[in-house]
């Protein structure tokens, strides 16, 4: 190690030696190593810099006691460009928190880095901005437009291979699939039921009325949006709110009151399955 450190110095290759503030604070390593630098190898000592931590789940990361992320972990779950990104847009002097278990940390990463791309493009906050080029390596790129957390339903639902691929998602959804589908709330996690759900029970006449009108609708061709709405309107013909309705459809398809935008969900599934399940009800 000295050797190498020796070599180094001897090239003039160092001249900025950065430390966490543990290591920086004073009588620590950074001050041993900086008299080493001094007296021994009688270099000009590197200008120092000195940084916060990033916490894990609100703690320090510790290897000792198997806290934090290691690199190569931190890149099974975010793209390298938006690890970096993570790294970026704190600056050195500011303690930040990333905790992906059971949190939003992902997608809203994911947001604050479209956020940084948009600011570079089209001249916006300038730290942000800065933030996004310091995490490129080569050519700089626009990220995809469709949000990730957007994608993380995506990725959930069947036949939506092609719309990923349209709008060029593919890179991302990889980790959609991996990193979010592992830390994600379970509130956000969804799969297709592939018995009828006990939980329709409970569903009131209207309800099922309104279910066996929406499967009438499959008939037509929709686009996501139009369909959206027309299920409101669907519901509120029979005198449903909106969460009455959409409450009916995602307990009839994933057992649950609550999920992805119901038309894009809907549309995202074999026709005649949606059709006999809602009038199966």
């Known amino acids: 190690m000295e050797s190498r450190l020796g070599s180094a110095l001897e090239s ?18 950074y001050d041993i190593a900086m008299t080493i630098c001094d007296q021994i190898f009688k270099y000009k000592t590197p200008y120092r810099l000195p940084y916060e931590f990033i916490l894990i789940g609100g703690k320090k990361m510790s290897s000792s006691k198997g806290i934090g992320l290691k690199a190569h972990d931190l890149v099974k779950i975010l793209p390298p460009v938006v690890a970096r990104f993570l790294f970026a847009k704190s600056g050195i002097k500011s303690q930040s928190n990333f905790d992906p278990d059971g949190t939003l940390a992902i997608p809203n990463l994911f947001d604050e880095y479209q956020k940084a791309a948009d600011a570079h493009f089209n001249k916006g906050d300038e730290d942000l901005a800065r933030a996004f080029e310091l995490s490129q390596i080569g050519e700089i790129q626009k990220p995809p437009m469709i949000r990730f957390s957007v994608l993380a339903q995506w990725v959930q639902m069947p036949n939506m291979e092609e719309e990923i691929k349209k709008e060029g998602l ?13 830390f994600a709330p379970e509130e956000d996690k969804f799969t297709i039921q592939k018995q009828l759900p006990v939980q329709v029970q409970n569903l009131s006449k209207e309800q099922k009325e309104f279910l066996e009108k929406v499967a009438e609708e499959l008939e037509k061709k929709w686009t996501g949006e139009e369909f959206q709405t027309q299920i409101y309107e669907l519901g509120k013909a029979l005198g449903l709110n909106g969460k009455q309705s959409f409450a009916a459809i995602y307990l009839s398809l994933i057992g649950k009151d609550h999920g992805p935008k119901a038309a894009w969900l809907i549309l995202s599934l074999d026709k005649e399955f949606v059709q006999k399940r809602f009038n199966g009800v």
């Open 12 to 29: 003039g290759r160092v001249t900025i030696e950065g430390a966490g503030k543990d290591h920086a604070s004073k009588g620590g390593s």
């Open 170 to 182: 593919e890179e991302w959804a990889k980790y959609a699939r991996s990193g979010w589908k592992k």
